[in-house]
């Protein structure tokens, strides 16, 4: 199986791209995991939709050729951050590549909540028509603190998310059957 993961932040030492890289390893014998970099997405354009970039149609084709997207998203002022904003814009117009598409999503916040609002408002998004994505249900993975949970090399050192994160893989993946 192959999966994408879109990670919400394009700082070089982010904890969400930390997360994703953890689920990466981790499960590298369940599925293969690509992580996307929004870094050099250009802006979303009404006007050249069309005739898209080649960064925006290579994004794209990748999310295509994928059995299930991995969103994890840090929270900014209270939603989703703009370049992850951005990215939905361009997936949700012309081929529409997320169309029945499974998702799955979790976050890592140093905040206490752990990206609560922002997976709510992206929980919204994938309901609208220009995504239309089934999404992994009940299995909420909000990462609070993070900051205290990797350790200077970026590696998730937390047992008890560990542990929750392996839990709820095996349900992702009990949940993916339906799509086959
Ligand atoms: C934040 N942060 C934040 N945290 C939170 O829990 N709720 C919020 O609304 C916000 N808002 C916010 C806005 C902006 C512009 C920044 C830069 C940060 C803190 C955020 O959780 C923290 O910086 C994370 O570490 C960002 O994720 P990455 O980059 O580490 O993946």
């Known amino acids: 199986m192959k999966i994408v993961a879109i990670v919400g932040s394009i700082r070089e030492k982010s904890l969400n791209l930390q997360l994703a ?8 014998e369940t599925f293969e995991l690509e992580i996307l970099s929004l870094r050099d997405l250009p802006m979303y ?3 050249i939709e069309l005739d898209a970039p080649q960064a925006v ?5 990748k999310v295509n050729a994928a ?6 998203t840090p929270e900014y002022n209270s939603t989703i951050p703009g ?21 799955i999503m979790m976050g890592a916040s140093m905040g206490a909540m752990g990206t609560v609002k922002a997976q709510m408002h992206l929980r919204d998004i994938l309901f609208a028509s220009g995504l239309n994505s089934p999404l992994l249900p009940m299995n909420e993975v909000y990462v609070g603190s993070a900051h205290e949970k990797f350790d200077s090399e970026g590696h998730l050192t937390d ?4 542990s929750f994160l ?15």
């Open 21 to 28: 890289q953890h689920i990466q390893k981790r499960y590298a």
């Open 45 to 47: 354009n009404q006007d």
């Open 57 to 61: 149609i290579d994004f794209k084709a």
């Open 67 to 72: 059995d299930a997207v991995l969103w994890v």
């Open 83 to 103: 370049v992850l904003g951005n990215a939905i814009d361009w997936m949700s117009r012309v081929d529409k590549v997320m169309h029945g598409k499974p998702s």
């Open 166 to 180: 392996d839990t709820v893989i095996v349900n992702f993946m009990q949940w993916m059957k339906q799509f086959k």
């Open 159 to 162: 047992e008890a998310t560990i």
